[in-house]
């Protein structure tokens, strides 16, 4: 497992990004979201998934990632065990961030995992042994930016625990297994959708990252593996496609190339034109992602251009899978 040995000193060093808030009363007002809702970018959870961080290590200022991750909860301090995955080796980076009642922390993955691309998840457990924990008082986004040019704010996508008090471990490997089966908590999605895509030949780069959720956390993160999709033009008709990874995270553009589609995707999808598309793993493991468009007459507020935007948003949830599994070592908080 890698070591992110400059995180509570990054911590330190962004003192500035670390702020109390001033006041909270007990009870918010309104109905709370239940626990029993999916997960979601909008809700407090126990468990927060950051689906792309990245980091230039020779320029950060080109490609960074600040994570943000806040506690909630008026009454009571949140222990959380983070976990850095690398997309492309599966690798494991972890530590540990606490944090008072109401208290929001940041931090830049140019300080604490440079020159890595992947995702993070941050998971609730007790101050004692380091045991995940039923705690959904935990919020987060992100803010990202590559050197192609894509970037976008994202919520951190919450799971929530559907259980009380702590999950049982095993005191032989150290280690507790976290079930994503709708008993223990939320369900991770299944099937996955981009709700709209431009046309690249209108100067458009829409970047889709894909997420395997589910893994051995004292060892590796679990790979995509084989992926199947349908893409539809605005005419409603519908061309599959297919793909395989052997990484834990999925980075591509939508181009001729990827998706490979008969015809391909510039017919499908020609200028002045969008669509979308969904895809699901088929052997039904959990996904999750985001896509971001990137399209450099954006910026220049040209008359010619009024139609060119960039940014992104998490990837629509349409289905979920009925279990997805990660297992996680088990030892004291060091903060």
């Keep these: 497992m890698r070591t992110s040995r400059r995180f509570l000193s990054a911590l330190l060093s962004l003192s500035a990004l670390v702020v109390l808030s001033a006041?909270?009363?007990?009870?918010?007002?309104?109905?709370?979201?239940?626990?029993?809702?999916?997960?979601?970018?909008?809700?407090?959870?126990?468990?927060?998934?950051?689906?792309?961080?990245?980091?230039?290590?020779?320029?950060?200022?080109?490609?960074?990632?600040?994570?943000?991750?806040?506690?909630?909860s008026s009454t009571s301090a949140a222990f959380v065990h983070l976990y850095f995955i690398d997309g492309s080796s599966c690798s494991v980076a972890d530590n540990f961030i606490c944090l008072t009642a109401n208290q929001t922390a940041s931090v830049l993955t140019s300080d604490i995992d440079p020159g890595v691309r992947g995702y993070a998840i941050a998971i609730a457990v007790d101050g004692v042994l380091g045991i995940p924990t039923a705690f959904n008082f935990l919020i987060g986004d992100f803010y990202l930016k590559y050197s192609t040019g894509h970037s976008g704010n994202f919520g951190a996508e919450a799971f929530s625990a559907l259980f009380d008090?702590?999950?049982?471990?095993?005191?032989?490997?150290?280690?507790?297994?976290?079930?994503?089966?709708?008993?223990?908590?939320?369900?991770?999605?299944?099937?996955?959708?981009?709700?709209?895509?431009?046309?690249?030949?209108?100067?458009?780069?829409?970047?889709?990252?894909?997420?395997?959720?589910?893994?051995?956390?004292?060892?590796?993160?679990?790979?995509?593996?084989?992926?199947f999709g349908l893409l539809y033009d605005d005419a409603e008709n519908t061309f599959s496609y297919n793909f395989t990874s052997g990484a834990c995270q999925f980075r591509s553009s939508i181009s001729d190339a990827f998706p490979r589609t008969v015809p391909r995707v510039s017919s499908i999808i020609p200028a002045g034109r969008t669509g979308w598309t969904k895809f699901w793993?088929?052997?039904?493991?959990?996904?999750?992602?985001?896509?971001?468009?990137?399209?450099?007459?954006?910026?220049?507020?040209?008359?010619?251009?009024?139609?060119d935007f960039s940014g992104g948003r998490n990837l629509h949830k349409l289905t979920f899978?009925?279990?997805?599994?990660?297992?996680?070592?088990?030892?004291?908080?060091?903060?």
């Design 23 to 72: 006041s909270a009363s007990a009870a918010d007002p309104g109905v709370a979201f239940p626990a029993t809702s999916q997960v979601s970018d909008q809700k407090a959870g126990s468990i927060l998934f950051y689906s792309a961080y990245a980091s230039n290590a020779t320029a950060p200022a080109t490609e960074n990632t600040r994570l943000n991750i806040t506690n909630t």
């Design 165 to 227: 008090g702590t999950l049982p471990g095993d005191s032989t490997t150290g280690a507790a297994t976290i079930r994503f089966d709708n008993v223990q908590y939320n369900w991770a999605p299944l099937v996955l959708a981009s709700s709209s895509i431009p046309a690249r030949v209108d100067g458009n780069d829409t970047l889709l990252v894909i997420n395997r959720v589910g893994g051995d956390l004292l060892s590796t993160g679990a790979t995509i593996q084989a992926i």
């Design 281 to 307: 793993s088929i052997n039904g493991f959990g996904l999750l992602g985001l896509q971001i468009n990137y399209n450099a007459n954006a910026a220049t507020n040209n008359p010619l251009h009024p139609g």
């Design 321 to 335: 899978a009925p279990l997805s599994t990660y297992r996680v070592p088990i030892f004291a908080p060091t903060c």
